[in-house]
């Protein structure tokens, strides 16, 4: 199956889950603990279950794909899906380094590739198991732009034009952090986040900033999207807000 035909089997969005504004949001903060409030806000951002998967399937053939999965849910916090080709896309990294570097599609795929089969856990309670991801490991790419010793974290930002992301340079240093552009055995997709997307596996599905666009090497950490609304920058599975204390 091509590229095109997976894409088409993927949930389409649905228009009228508007994400909550920045208002709603501190309105709703003040009825409940912010744990549960903050789950329900994230839901909110759901474009669609992979449920509906089999609805534009008369076929059947989705439920052999491991993407027809009922536990994995698409987010998007702007209402739509960006779309931009693998010949158009670029990934910019700036900022405190010393060699700035753009980097096409097939520049990605001629550096080294890293896999990794790891959880996939949003804040707001679901989980898939054992994911398969491939990627070039967002650390092996911070060396060869070459870090300033000013430098503390990496500021995010997605061809979406609203999400950011952020890490500290001690976390995006580890060795599961991946810039990731397979997923579920294939081509990410666009409604994934594809074609490039983070993967960051320790911690919640937060920091796995999807349409990826730009990294910063910067001197301190700035919080990204859902941050400034609340969540943990730490972001550490089962050590963080959200789950842990409030299974929701
Ligand atoms: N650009 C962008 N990246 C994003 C999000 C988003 O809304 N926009 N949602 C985040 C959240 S809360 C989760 S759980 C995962 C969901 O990834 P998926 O849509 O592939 O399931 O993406 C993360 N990255
Ligand atoms: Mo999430």
Known sequence: M??????????????????????????????????????????????????????????????????????????TVTGGYPKRSKADYQLKISGLVDRPLTLSYNDLLQRKATSMTKDFQCVTGWRVDDVPWVGVLLRDLLDEVGV???????RFTSFDGEYTESLTLEQAYRPDMLVAYQLLGRDITTAHGGPVRLYAAPMYGYKSIKWLETIEVVDKVIPGYWEERGYDIDAWVGGSNGLSDDPI
């Open 148 to 154: 300033q010793s000013s430098a503390t974290a990496l």
């Open 2 to 75: 091509n590229q095109d035909a997976i894409e088409a089997l993927e949930p389409e969005f649905n228009q009228n889950a508007k994400p909550y504004g920045r208002r709603a949001f501190l309105g709703i903060a003040a009825l409940g603990s912010l744990g549960v409030v903050l789950g329900n806000r994230q839901a909110t951002a759901v474009k669609a279950t992979i449920g509906k998967v089999a609805i534009k399937d008369p076929t059947g053939i989705a439920k052999l794909l491991p993407i027809n999965d009922d536990r994995w849910t698409i987010f």
